[in-house]
Nanobody, 126 residues
């Protein structure tokens, strides 16, 4: 069992930056692919970014590519999402997720993930 706890969300202005953190407990995540999804009110949960178990491969949604960076520190059981140049349309609850599949195959789909955190709210004002 893996438990995921996100932090780092908040209220910021357009153009600001935030770094989200996700700390895993229960067991190590070094063999897990990790991801970030987000869900805005009234919308479906959508893929944001994913990183392979070893950290050598990443994938991003088109809407965040070039602005967001996913990274991980397996020694600290932590995954990060650095978010730069934030826009009001980035406003959402951001969820950290873990998959027992270590590669990025299928990792843009929420169905590929086995564990989810409770989320951290990011609000970007204009």
């Amino acid at each position: 069992q893996v438990r995921l706890l996100e932090s780092g969300g908040g209220l910021v202005q357009r153009g600001d930056s935030l770094r989200l953190s996700c700390v895993a407990s229960g067991r190590g995540i070094r063999t897990y692919a990790m991801g970030w999804f987000r869900q805005a009110p009234g919308k479906e949960r959508e893929f944001v970014a994913t990183i392979s178990a070893a950290g050598g491969a990443t994938s991003y949604a088109d809407s965040v590519r070039g602005r967001f960076t996913i990274s991980r520190d397996n020694a600290k059981n932590t995954v990060y999402l650095q978010m730069n140049s934030l826009k009001p349309e980035d406003t959402a609850n951001y969820y950290c997720t873990a998959s027992t599949g270590g590669t990025l195959s299928g990792m843009r789909s929420a169905a590929s993930y086995d564990y989810w955190g409770q989320g951290t709210q990011v609000t970007v004002s204009s």
